[in-house]
């Protein structure tokens, strides 16, 4: 599966850095959210702000970087 990532700003009220994920189709699948290095959690990490497809539900996991939430995006979509 191939994803391709786009930057964008989200209003989320504090971490505004993000990322679009879209599947090889084009399709959004994803939005990412690059916490800040004052996060109290996770800093510096990327959060699942939301997902779409298989990736939507309650589970919004934090990634260390982009390659692992690739990685996890893949996984979700695998047959």
């Known amino acids: 599966m191939i994803l391709t990532f786009q930057p964008v700003r989200v209003a ?7 990322m ?3 599947d090889e189709e084009q399709r959004l699948v994803a939005v990412l959210t690059h916490l800040s290095e004052e996060n109290e959690v996770v800093p510096g990490h990327w959060f699942l702000e939301a997902g779409f497809g298989r990736i939507d ?8 970087d982009l390659e692992a939430a690739q990685v996890w995006i893949r996984q979700r979509f695998a047959p």
Request: no cysteine; hydrophobic share 45%.
């Open 12 to 18: 989320n009220g504090f971490d505004e850095e993000g």
């Open 20 to 22: 679009l994920v879209f």
């Open 57 to 64: 539900g309650i589970n919004h996991p934090a990634f260390a």
